[in-house]
């Protein structure tokens, strides 16, 4: 006879598991939709930094970046002491962290495409995914967090303060603001394209594929339902359908908000969908299914809108304008759970609007100053922006000696 106990561990073990492999999935996401918003020059560039960034993350969140946010230093330990320490349950919840840590950097990859050195790149991304992020992501959601997810009624720095705790459940800040945000002055540091500004006007680049960015678009969608479910982290938590049906109905509005605000632009529908997605993270496991529908309908509009502003009058050369998808609309999913979250809009309750408030804030703060260190020094030590000549050229052939398409390249010459 199976005992139940082991039965449940287990389970929740694969929960985690199948959760992190469909979240895994979604790098795949990540790479086609930069790869079909750039030009087709840095189509190799964009495939290769995801993967890539998988490789340097791995590790630096295993030898790092789990032990600061959860206390658990793996690296330190002989596999017979992680045996008899009862930690496989640790070990999958590693995987599946790395997956949300690994998103971060795969957000900023968007933002500075065309333009970074490769090396600098994954230089960053050490840095964001073994110490800069999993420092915030201990913040909210390690048990004993300062921000959220308090051990005691009375614990936790803004549930003493507006009587509830920061509430983030799947990343809608933790992930996707910190991302977005950290990217922001990454975009700034580095500068616009060669081109992409002529004398105050926006010159207009061809993107690679819109087939590409679909393909990207329904990769994350896919996999974002193990990044919303899965963030139960086990299967006794019965909230996992209304999670499901959030998440489904907050990318239905995102979708037709920005397909309507932006007369059916392919882009915009594509980006518009995952915009819903990022918002209805934080309060998917509260949400009333109408209210994520709200949430996710706002940010289409504000990824719609805070695209053209971008653009035009910020002059940013956010490449897939993660800056506005993740931070921005982040930063609305967790301003959003301290509103549709409350009964008074149908929602499960236990989250305040002021900590919801607070939180954000504090981590777009954490974010930007982070990211400007980060990005600074590496230029300082480094040099971040590639060559004008590269940069001409196109990355595909500068770092990786190689074309999207060398049947084409070479029965043209």
């Not at 679909?214 to 139960?232: D, I, K, P, Q």
């Amino acid at each position: 006879m199976i005992d139940p106990e082991i039965f449940q561990t287990s389970s929740s073990i694969f929960f985690l598991i199948w959760g992190g492999v469909l979240v895994f999935s979604m790098h795949a996401g990540f790479a086609f939709l930069e790869a079909g918003l750039v030009r087709r020059k840095n189509v190799v560039n964009a495939f290769n930094k995801i993967i890539m960034e998988w490789a340097v993350a791995g590790i630096g969140y295993f030898v790092l970046g789990y032990g600061l946010a959860h206390g658990i230093w793996f690296a330190g330990m002989s596999a017979l002491e992680i045996e008899s320490a009862g930690l496989q349950y640790n070990l999958a919840h590693y995987f599946f962290m790395l997956t949300f840590a690994t998103a971060a950097i795969a957000i900023i990859s968007g933002g500075v495409a065309e333009r970074i050195k490769f090396r600098a790149h994954l230089t960053a991304g050490v840095f964001v995914t073994a110490l800069i992020y999993p420092f915030f992501e201990g913040l909210v959601w390690d048990p004993s967090a300062v921000l959220g997810n308090p051990l005691g009624a009375e614990g936790g720095l803004l549930a003493g303060m507006f009587g509830s705790p920061f509430h983030d459940f799947a990343g809608s800040v933790v992930v996707h603001a910190i991302g977005g945000w950290l990217a922001l002055p990454a975009v700034m540091v580095l500068g616009p394209r060669l081109g992409r500004f002529v004398e105050g006007r926006v010159a207009e680049f061809p993107i690679h594929s819109i087939p590409y960015v679909a393909l990207g678009s329904w990769f994350l969608a896919v996999g974002w339902y193990g990044f919303n479910v899965a963030s139960a982290a086990a299967l006794g938590n019965l909230n996992i359908a209304l999670v499901a049906a959030n998440s489904t109905l907050a990318m239905c509005g995102g979708g037709l908000i920005a397909a309507l605000m932006s007369k059916n632009d392919p882009g915009f529908i594509h980006n518009g969908v995952l915009a819903g997605l990022v918002a209805v993270c934080s309060g998917s496991d509260i949400y009333h299914p109408l209210g994520a529908l709200a949430v996710g309908g706002v940010a289409g509009a504000i990824f719609v809108r805070g695209f053209a502003f971008e653009i035009d009058t910020l002059k940013l050369d956010d490449v897939c304008g993660v800056w506005v998808l993740h931070g921005l609309c982040g930063a609305w999913g967790g301003i959003a759970a301290g509103i549709f979250g409350l009964p008074a809009f149908w929602g499960l309750g236990g989250v305040s609007f002021l900590s919801q408030l607070a939180g954000t804030g504090i981590a777009v703060v954490y974010a930007v100053l982070a990211g400007l260190i980060l990005y600074k020094g590496l230029d300082a030590i480094m040099g971040l922006r590639v060559s004008e000549a590269d940069e001409m050229r196109g990355l595909d052939l500068a770092f990786h000696r190689t074309d999207a398409y060398p049947e084409e390249f070479i029965t043209s010459r």
